[in-house]
């Protein structure tokens, strides 16, 4: 195992020999791997999708491997460019393999966007993740051309965020300029009355400090990583944790490199990215959520959980997102009522909360 970005930051830290070391190097050199990746994804080294997710997966594919896989993790764009070019970095092959957000090139993942919507997702991260597995090969691989999604997954939902002003119903979204990096949850603050503000999640600290927004739907786990509990007031939810949809993410490596793989090297690439993969990171999505809000709340912010009956206001404003998306995807000869109903028995199907 050999991420030389981490180990970048340990020599930074005089702790090189002390790394090596833990990592189980003996005094001589490491020998070269056959098969080396670079991995590029857009959040910081203390973001829990870099240390608690990407690096752990990365570790197990090189352990799994024997040493003949080595994958270096690159966070923060270091190698070069915007969080939205990231996709056609790994189509490009750039890099070999990215981590990002879909909705990052608005359009280009329509089919899997049903799993945005809301209400379609709701809070059940790990049933999410395996339907998107259960109707990727006959609904959603046409629109991943020129990669090869290793896995997909979600993050626990879009809570709502906020500056100064609470939010206890949906008047109290009325005019606000509230970030999103989707267009489907620019479509959910647009029914809401607010006005949606698109940016990638690292923009967003500076974005609330200067008062260019007045909140996010974003979820809670990346709290910690951005410091929101010193720049928000109040984090708001549903009953039971409920959300207004999500945000759709995939791990895909360039085509080209994929299909030049043995297949015992693919074999351990699909084996560590299956269906047990997909229930830790739904778990590990939830579990950074609960933490994050934890955070927030030992800061002195309010965390708000809507009645039920405030809720239901959300979902009538909301609901003709759903039908919106469904006649937007209709004219590129997509099925969207279909697809709606297919990604909720599927998600309904895999559910923990059952």
Same mark, same amino acid.
Not at 52 to 73: C, F, Q, T
Not at 108 to 132: Q, W, Y
Not at 171 to 196: F, H, Q, S, Y
């Given at each position: 195992?050999?991420?030389?970005?981490?180990?970048?930051?340990?020599?930074?830290?005089?702790?090189?020999?002390?790394?090596a070391?833990?990592a189980?190097?003996?005094?001589?050199?490491?020998?070269a791997?056959?098969?080396?990746?670079?991995?590029?994804?857009?959040?910081g080294?203390?973001?829990?999708?870099?240390? !608690?997710?990407?690096?752990?997966?990365?570790?197990?594919?090189?352990?799994?491997?024997?040493?003949?896989?080595?994958?270096e993790?690159?966070?923060s764009?270091?190698?070069?460019?915007?969080?939205?070019?990231?996709i056609?970095?790994a189509?490009?092959?750039?890099?070999d393999?990215?981590?990002?957000?879909?909705?990052?090139?608005?359009?280009?993942?329509?089919?899997?966007e049903?799993?945005?919507?809301?209400?379609?997702?709701?809070?059940?991260?790990?049933?999410?993740?395996?339907?998107m597995?259960?109707?990727?090969?006959?609904?959603l691989?046409e629109?991943?051309?020129?990669?090869h999604?290793?896995f997909?997954?979600?993050?626990?939902?879009q809570g709502?965020?906020?500056?100064?002003?609470?939010?206890?119903?949906?008047?109290?979204?009325?005019?606000k300029?509230?970030?999103?990096?989707?267009?489907?949850g620019?479509w959910?603050?647009?029914?809401?009355?607010?006005?949606?503000?698109?940016?990638?999640?690292?923009?967003l600290?500076?974005?609330?400090?200067?008062?260019?927004?007045?909140?996010?739907?974003?979820?809670?786990?990346?709290?910690?990583?951005?410091?929101?509990?010193?720049?928000?007031?109040?984090q708001?939810?549903?009953?039971?944790?409920?959300r207004?949809?999500?945000?759709?993410?995939?791990?895909s490596m360039?085509?080209?490199?994929?299909?030049s793989?043995?297949d015992?090297? !693919?074999?351990?690439?699909?084996?560590?990215?299956?269906r047990?993969?997909?229930?830790?990171?739904?778990?590990?999505?939830?579990?950074n959520?609960?933490?994050?809000?934890k955070?927030?709340t030992?800061?002195?912010?309010?965390?708000?959980?809507?009645?039920?009956?405030?809720?239901?206001?959300?979902?009538?404003?909301?609901?003709?997102?759903?039908?919106?998306?469904?006649?937007?995807?209709?004219?590129?000869?997509?099925d969207?009522?279909?697809?709606?109903?297919?990604?909720?028995?599927?998600i309904? !199907?895999?559910?923990?909360?059952?």
């Amino acid at each position: 195992m050999s991420h030389r970005w981490t180990r970048r930051l340990a020599l930074l830290a005089g702790a090189a020999a002390l790394a090596a070391s833990a990592a189980g190097f003996g005094s001589g050199p490491a020998a070269a791997a056959e098969y080396e990746f670079k991995l590029h994804h857009f959040l910081g080294p203390k973001s829990p999708a870099h240390a !608690k997710m990407l690096v752990p997966w990365a570790e197990r594919i090189e352990a799994a491997s024997g040493g003949r896989i080595d994958i270096e993790v690159y966070p923060s764009m270091s190698l070069g460019g915007k969080p939205p070019e990231l996709i056609r970095q790994a189509r490009d092959g750039v890099v070999d393999i990215v981590w990002t957000v879909n909705g990052y090139t608005p359009g280009l993942f329509p089919r899997t966007e049903v799993f945005e919507l809301p209400f379609v997702h709701t809070n059940d991260t790990v049933a999410t993740n395996l339907a998107m597995a259960d109707l990727y090969d006959d609904h959603l691989a046409e629109e991943y051309q020129g990669v090869h999604p290793l896995f997909l997954h979600v993050h626990a939902g879009q809570g709502i965020q906020m500056v100064d002003t609470p939010v206890e119903s949906v008047a109290d979204m009325e005019g606000k300029k509230i970030r999103i990096p989707t267009r489907t949850g620019a479509w959910v603050l647009e029914a809401l009355g607010a006005n949606p503000v698109g940016m990638p999640v690292p923009e967003l600290p500076q974005a609330l400090s200067k008062k260019v927004v007045d909140g996010a739907l974003i979820p809670w786990e990346i709290i910690p990583a951005l410091k929101l509990q010193d720049l928000t007031d109040y984090q708001i939810e549903g009953p039971n944790k409920a959300r207004l949809g999500t945000t759709t993410f995939q791990v895909s490596m360039n085509q080209d490199r994929w299909d030049s793989l043995p297949d015992d090297i !693919k074999a351990i690439f699909e084996q560590e990215s299956g269906r047990d993969w997909l229930v830790e990171v739904g778990e590990l999505w939830r579990d950074n959520d609960d933490g994050g809000i934890k955070v927030a709340t030992e800061a002195g912010n309010q965390h708000i959980v809507l009645t039920p009956e405030a809720w239901d206001g959300f979902r009538e404003k909301t609901e003709p997102v759903v039908q919106r998306w469904i006649d937007e995807v209709g004219g590129k000869g997509i099925d969207g009522a279909a697809l709606v109903e297919q990604a909720r028995e599927a998600i309904s !199907k895999n559910s923990t909360m059952n």
